[in-house]
Each structure stands twice: as structure tokens, then as C-alpha cells.
């Protein structure tokens, strides 16, 4: 298994709805990312886990909230959110936690818009 | 903070041209990966450099890394339509750790 899985496709949900995203990957890395993109920008970090642990937290706001179950999973926790939180949500891993240098293998992403 | 400047943002080509889009960064990196987004889709890695003057090619592909690790560039020569997206530079510094700093993207269209 070569590839790094996300539910749902998409989502809609109000202001005031909680819902996760899912991030599945089998290959055995231990490096774990959550973006965020916007239409015809790039990928902005929101979320590095390395080994199961939060290594990175780029000043995301708090109605967004990660959790790493275990190594093949990551999830995003979501609520309260604005408008303009409404994005693709990627997902990424890469094989070693460290400062390694390798290829992010990203999810097909998440679309998410808030009403 | 750091920053990968990347041009052009846009670049329509007629099929069979070449096209190249350019990266530059403030700092020194410790490599530089370069991803391929099509439209609708997550972006998909393509290769990574990490030394000096490196020069690496994918059939129509060729991407180089600055001497200085600073700049980078990816060139296409004779495009087809199945080149069409938007490719994205993106630079890891040891400061940075496992963070991709991406450029900005140039987005390619072709017309047969």
C-alpha cells in the first residue's frame, strides 16, 4: 500500500458543527503533515507530527485540533470554524520523523466548506 | 522568514514548446523537492535535489539545483497537454527540519 487516504471527500458544516477529517497511510512512515490550501495557492503547514508526537503547530488557530491515534493515523478535529476556513485540508507523510530529507507523499485531500 | 520566491505565476505555451519556471530562496537550503498539482487534484512529488549544482533529468524533465542551493529550476522541453498544472518549487532548510517551504507555483496550460 503506496498511498496516503483521506475521508471524507468532502465537507460542508455550519459554524457551529464539530466534525474530524481522517488521514490513513500504511506505509510505515513516521512523519505525519496537515495542510491547508486555498485556491491557487500553495500548500500552508498547520501541523507536523513526528513519531506520534506534535513536533510542529504553526500558530493554527484553536478550532482546529489534531490528534495522532497511532502511527498509521492522523486526524483533524474541527469547530467553531469561519467562512474563510473553507480550503482543501491535505494530508502528508514522509518516511522518517527526523530531519531527514524526503518526498511527502500527500492525500487526495479533503474539500471543506463552512456555511 | 524564509521564503521561495517562484515565477512565473502563470504560463500558457503552445503544445510542442519547452517552458521552465524558476525558484529562488532567501536562505541557503538543504534541498529542494518540486511538486505537480493538476487541476482538481493533491499535489504529487516529482523529484528532489540536494547537492551543489545538481542536475537531474525525467525524460522531458531536466531540474537543477543552484550552486549557492539557492535557486532552482524546472524545464520542460517540447510540452504535451498531459503537462498541464501547476508545479510547485519547495525548499528544506536544516533550520526547518522535515517543513517544506513552498514557492508560490507557476501554473502551465498548453494548447494543441
Known amino acids: 500500500d503506496t498511498e496516503v487516504t483521506q475521508t471524507p471527500k468532502h465537507l460542508v458544516m455550519g459554524m457551529t458543527n464539530k466534525k474530524s477529517l481522517k488521514c490513513e497511510q500504511h506505509?510505515?512512515?513516521?512523519?505525519m503533515y496537515w495542510y491547508k490550501q486555498k485556491a491557487k495557492k500553495p500548500p500552508e503547514l498547520m501541523f507536523v507530527?513526528?513519531?506520534?508526537?506534535?513536533?510542529i503547530n504553526e500558530s493554527v488557530p484553536s478550532r482546529f485540533s489534531p490528534e495522532c491515534p497511532n502511527s498509521s493515523l492522523l486526524n483533524l478535529h474541527l469547530h467553531a470554524l469561519q467562512p474563510e476556513d473553507s480550503a482543501l485540508y491535505l494530508c502528508?507523510?514522509?518516511?522518517?520523523?527526523?530531519?531527514?530529507?524526503?518526498?511527502?507523499?500527500f492525500g487526495p485531500g479533503t474539500r471543506l466548506t463552512v456555511l | 522568514g524564509q521564503q521561495v520566491m517562484q515565477i512565473p505565476q502563470y504560463q500558457h505555451v503552445q503544445e510542442g514548446e519547452d517552458f521552465t519556471t524558476y525558484c529562488n530562496s532567501s536562505t541557503t537550503l538543504s534541498n529542494i523537492q518540486w511538486y505537480k498539482q493538476r487541476p482538481g487534484g493533491h499535489p504529487v512529488f516529482l523529484i528532489q535535489l540536494v547537492k551543489s549544482g545538481e542536475v537531474k533529468k525525467q525524460k522531458r524533465l531536466t531540474f537543477q539545483f543552484g550552486e549557492a542551493k539557492k535557486n532552482s529550476s524546472l524545464h520542460i522541453t517540447a510540452t504535451q497537454t498531459t503537462d498541464v498544472g501547476t508545479y510547485f518549487c519547495?525548499?528544506?532548510?536544516?533550520?526547518?527540519?522535515?517543513?517544506?517551504?513552498f514557492g508560490k507555483g507557476t501554473t502551465l496550460s498548453v494548447s494543441s
Open positions: 502528508a507523510s514522509t518516511p522518517t520523523g527526523g530531519s531527514s530529507y524526503n518526498e511527502q507523499f
Open positions: 519547495a525548499g528544506q532548510t536544516d533550520q526547518a527540519g522535515t517543513a517544506l517551504i
Open positions: 507530527y513526528s513519531y506520534e508526537k506534535l513536533s
Open positions: 506505509m510505515g512512515h513516521r512523519a
